[in-house]
């Protein structure tokens, strides 16, 4: 089975650009996480979506960070406008309903704000 | 509130030798799981074990074996005969088993093993 799709697998652009990253989690999978993670935060939790919905965005930085998944196979999270300190890994994890099941990530996205 | 702590940033093991990394967690619920993953230099994370809080028998995965204390709410990963390929970043989580899905990590110990 394939796992967590995201790409780009990395993205090098100038601080002000829009930045969309994409995920596609596994298939059956309800629930989608979205993680950053630095050197000095760790991993993070942004936010996290139940069958498509938002559940907790308590984690999104800022207004610059949106996060949308508009149907079971797809999420998109995005930053406009990109600022040099977003630099980082972002990761896409999904995982099924029953509790024991961990969750699986994608291989991530490197982002590097110029 | 949950939390986990992993209060060995960095940890350095010899080639074939055992190694344990600590973890404690604090929850307020009753029931719920445990895991670890590694992130190796290629940031994959890939789940090592998992532990189920209502079980006393601790979980083993091969040459990874957890001692799981719930009352002291510690659980430690040990790696038997460590080997190159387990050097990587390893971290802690706790998930609870209704309520929110959300998983806390802990900050992750890196582990060096030495040939």
């Known amino acids: 089975d394939a796992g967590v799709i995201q790409s780009p697998r990395h993205e090098v652009t100038e601080m002000g650009q829009e930045v969309t990253l994409r995920c596609k989690p596994i298939?059956?999978?309800?629930?989608l996480f979205w993680y950053r993670q630095t050197m000095m935060r760790g991993l993070e939790l942004l936010i996290y979506f139940n069958n498509n919905v938002p559940i907790d965005d308590s984690g999104m930085p800022e207004d610059r960070f949106s996060a949308k998944m508009p149907n079971a196979s797809f999420s998109t999270l995005k930053i406009q406008p990109s600022e040099p300190r977003d630099s980082a890994v972002y990761f896409c994890a999904s995982s099924s309903t029953a509790s024991n099941q961990p969750q699986h990530f994608g291989d991530g996205t490197r982002l590097s704000i110029l | 509130a949950q939390t986990v702590t992993q209060s060995q940033p960095e940890m350095s093991v010899q080639e074939a030798e055992t190694v344990t990394l600590s973890c404690t967690y604090d929850?307020?619920?009753?029931?719920?799981?445990l895991f670890w993953y590694k992130q190796p230099p290629s940031r994959q994370m890939i789940l090592v074990i998992r532990q189920e809080a209502y079980k006393q028998q601790n979980a083993t995965e091969n040459r990874f074996s957890v001692n799981f204390q719930k009352a002291a709410k510690s659980f430690s990963l040990k790696i038997s005969d460590s080997q190159l390929g387990d050097a990587a970043m390893y971290f802690c989580a706790c998930r609870a088993t209704s309520g929110t899905y959300k998983y806390i990590f802990g900050t992750g110990t890196r582990l060096k093993v030495l040939a």
């Open positions: 929850t307020s619920e009753s029931d719920y799981y």
């Open positions: 298939s059956g999978h309800d629930y």
